[in-house]
């Protein structure tokens, strides 16, 4: 993938930054060259370019989204945002992993996160939403494993946790036109597995950084 | 625009005001480096902030007044604007109320400053509180969401009548046909915002100084009798000796400053009861650095739409 910004992903990074009136507060951590993997809250279309336009250039040069390949293959202009515009790691939605067919979903699991350790490379970053689907922007919910699994695989990479908020309000799920009211997107302390840490007890603890970042909370 | 550089006395008030900025920025310097306790601390950063925020405000409202009509609609659409984005986005909403704010902020806000725009005097009069008011709550029910159906009408109706609705009757003091005045309505909105924004920081400073008796401790604690009285009748007085740059007479100057005095400190009080009621100081503080602006334009929000009417009834054919 090269690691120029295409000229569209700039103008809808300017246009959701002026919608969504983001204020930026790294509380946890700096912006920083590493490799990272950003994982926040999903409520809205517009949480992974607010959360992506956050970064400083030459970062977010380099800063990939992971997108869910049922929906954003789905038709041509998503596929074009998803594939061309953002250089999207493409990801077929697995069953959550504590499903009826746990086997199956750990055989899809494992492909999966091969491929997204590919798309890490020696030098990118990715941007996650572990809840692995929009919420109604209230709480957070249970993450998928792939938050796990992939930082086992890849323990050099840092985990930024971040929460977006608001931007339920401003375009929520199963709307097309966004009200351009006030968010906030604070990023938080970076974590890493602990060693001998369960699976259940990090997603756990990596949910709750998330949630822990919450500003104005509940109305 | 040319008109508006060769009005003497429009060039002479806007002169007053930058001076009186620069004197209180000078001010605001000096005790900044003086005053050590926490409290004085606050309170000369308070005034400081406030400095800072006209400096920019002269800045706009001279290149608006240079554009002319249309500038100064420009100036206060994107301020209406602002300030219905800290409203609503402080104000608890619901999913079900989405389309309609997306009405309010994209088609009745532009709307209501383009009848302005377009002299359309009746129907810039009645578009928010007749028509949209009876537009907003059918469009909440439409979403099929029952709860708190009643506060979350209200609170998007008065949120666009304070923020959008009476916040335009200040431009709309430029259409108004004062014979004798005329191409010089741009100082009478110039002297509308000055006596308004010199009450609010008068009765400030004066309630720092010596305010004792609490208004209403519950809604605002910085509000004191001492500091109403003494900024009411300071800025009056200033609002009196503006009297050359309006239509009036330093009499009836005296009374349109008083109005605008009292009317502004009830606007600063209602915002403060729904600050209180939601659990916030300042509608800035969440949006640090981007809001703020709903804190400064309250009292304007409430004076404007009854000097226009005043000014209307009055003075104007």
């Known amino acids: 993938m090269s690691n120029q910004i295409h000229p569209v992903a700039s103008l809808l990074a300017a246009i959701a930054r002026g919608i969504s009136g983001v204020q930026v507060q790294w509380a946890g951590c700096e912006p920083d060259e590493r490799q990272r993997i950003y994982f926040a809250n999903h409520s809205s279309h517009l949480d992974f370019v607010v959360l992506w336009s956050a970064l400083p250039s030459e970062i977010r040069a380099r800063t990939r989204p992971i997108a869910a390949k049922d929906y954003w293959e789905e038709t041509p202009l998503r596929r074009y945002l998803t594939k061309n515009v953002f250089h999207a790691v493409f990801l077929e939605r697995g069953s959550p992993s504590k499903g009826k067919h746990a086997e199956e979903g750990h055989f899809v699991g494992r492909h999966l996160i091969e491929e997204m350790a590919e798309a890490l490379g020696t030098e990118n970053s990715l941007i996650l939403f572990p809840e692995g689907t929009r919420g109604t922007g209230e709480k957070v919910g249970p993450f998928r494993s792939g938050l796990y699994h992939l930082a086992m695989r890849r323990l050099d990479v840092e985990l930024v946790p971040a929460y977006l908020e608001n931007l339920n309000r401003i375009l929520p799920k199963g709307e097309y036109l966004p009200v351009p009211m006030l968010s906030l997107l604070t990023f938080g302390k970076p974590l890493h597995v602990e060693p001998h840490e369960e699976k259940d007890a990090f997603l756990e603890r990596a949910r709750e950084a998330v949630a822990s970042l919450r500003r104005i909370g509940p109305a | ?317």
Not at chain 2, 115 to 127: C, D, E
Not at chain 2, 178 to 194: K, N, Q, S, T
Not at chain 2, 251 to 280: H, P, T, W, Y
Request: charged share 15%; aromatic share 12%; net charge positive.
């Open chain 2, 1 to 317: 625009m040319i008109q508006a550089i060769h009005d003497a006395k429009l060039v002479w008030l806007y002169g007053g005001v930058l001076f009186v900025l620069l004197i209180s920025a000078l001010i605001g310097g000096i005790l900044k480096n003086r005053h050590r306790t926490d409290a004085s601390r606050t309170t000369i950063d308070n005034l400081n902030a406030r400095i800072r925020a006209w400096w920019k405000m002269c800045a706009i409202f001279a290149t608006a007044v240079v554009i002319g009509r249309v500038g100064s609609l420009i100036l206060f659409g994107i301020i209406s604007f602002l300030a219905m984005r800290e409203y609503m986005t402080l104000v608890p909403t619901r999913r079900g109320d989405h389309r309609t704010l997306f009405w309010s902020f994209f088609v009745i806000m532009p709307l209501q400053y383009y009848l302005i725009g377009n002299q359309w005097y009746i129907l810039f009069a009645i578009m928010i509180p007749v028509l949209a008011c009876i537009f907003i709550p059918p469009s909440i029910a439409i979403a099929g969401d029952t709860e708190h159906f009643l506060e979350r009408a209200s609170k998007i109706q008065f949120g666009i009548m304070v923020c959008v609705y009476s916040l335009s009757y200040a431009p709309a003091l430029l259409l108004l046909k004062i014979p004798g005045y005329e191409g010089h309505d741009a100082r009478l909105l110039l002297y509308l915002v000055v006596v308004d924004q010199m009450s609010d920081v008068l009765q400030y400073v004066w309630g720092q100084l010596i305010g004792k008796h609490k208004i209403a401790w519950r809604v605002s604690p910085n509000k004191t009798w001492e500091g109403f009285v003494g900024g009411v009748v300071s800025a009056t007085a200033l609002g009196t000796a503006l009297w050359w740059a309006t239509p009036f007479t330093p009499l009836q100057s005296a009374g349109m400053s008083l109005m605008i005095c009292i009317l502004g400190f009830n606007g600063g009080l209602v915002m403060s009861a729904i600050k209180r009621d939601i659990g916030i100081k300042d509608f800035g503080v969440v949006v640090e650095g981007r809001g703020g602006i709903l804190d400064r334009i309250d009292s304007l929000c409430f004076a404007a739409p009854i000097f226009y009417h005043l000014v209307h009834y009055y003075f104007a054919l």
